[in-house]
């Protein structure tokens, strides 16, 4: 269009934010890089960065996803590949000094996996851990366990609580909570996500009347497993129902 001149505008950036969390030795934990530029060098932040002129959001975050932890996104149509991860949108961020580049619009992505390896640094990160939410949520998010005292980056402690809070509200009616378990599971093993989850202890004979009531939710693979320990255990996998009815209601702590 000969009447549209782009330098007229200000600089506009988009990026994507991954909110990647897994269950480690019973804990929810999210992973965090040390960032090794500037703006906020040194300082911990979620992993991300600027979407690619040729390529959606969808396909940034997942290329992301790829370059931080070596998951890719899964297809819910397809078999659940060995290294798959969950891979949904979150929200938006677009505060205009939320970056003190330039203006840029962040399109937040929550990723969850089980339990994961020690993570790699990968990009222009200078370290990557995993890190307890709860340390990470502690006093507004100010503090990544015992390494740093700093903020996270960016609006970056923001991001991570709404991810976290997705998650907790979305397993008492769907089955997002399966995501953090492997292929076969036993009902103990679920149980102990959600209880990682929502930081609380579960009633193990009301949990399994509620997992297993709904048709279709869990489905028997046929196998056995003595890997928690004592009598062998039943184990399933994630059935075609994505809707836990009635839902599990998350206990007031």
């Known amino acids: 269009m000969p009447s549209y001149d782009p330098s007229t505008f200000p600089p506009f950036a988009v990026t994507v934010d991954l909110v990647v969390l897994t269950v480690r030795r019973h804990a929810l934990c999210a992973l965090v890089v040390r960032r090794g530029e500037a703006p906020f060098q040194g300082r911990w932040a979620l992993p991300g960065g600027f979407v690619r002129a040729d390529e959606d959001l969808s396909a940034a975050a997942a290329r992301e996803l790829v370059e931080e932890t070596g998951l ?32 840029v619009v962040s399109v937040a992505h929550l990723a969850l996996s089980p339990d994961l390896p020690a993570p790699r640094a990968g990009g222009d990160a200078n370290g990557a851990r995993w890190a307890s939410v709860d340390d990470l949520l502690a006093a507004g998010g100010d503090t990544v366990g015992e390494e740093s005292s700093a903020p996270l980056a960016f609006d970056h402690a923001r991001i991570l609580a709404d991810g976290v809070e997705r998650a907790r509200s979305k397993i008492e009616y769907s089955s997002l909570a399966t995501a953090f378990c492997p292929p076969e599971f036993t009902v103990g093993e ?36 003595t890997r928690q320990g004592g009598r062998p255990a039943q184990l399933f996998r994630a059935g075609s129902a994505t809707v836990l009815n009635p839902p599990m209601l998350r206990p007031e702590v």
């Open 72 to 103: 890719c996104a899964h297809d819910p149509a397809a078999p659940v590949a060995g290294n798959g991860a969950h891979l949904e949108q979150l929200a938006t961020y677009g505060a205009p000094s939320r970056d003190p580049r330039m203006r």
């Open 190 to 225: 679920l149980r102990r996500v959600y209880e990682a989850v929502w930081g609380v202890v579960l009633d193990p004979r009301n949990f399994h009347r509620k997992v297993t009531g709904t048709p279709g939710f869990l489905v028997p693979s046929g196998g056995t497993t």
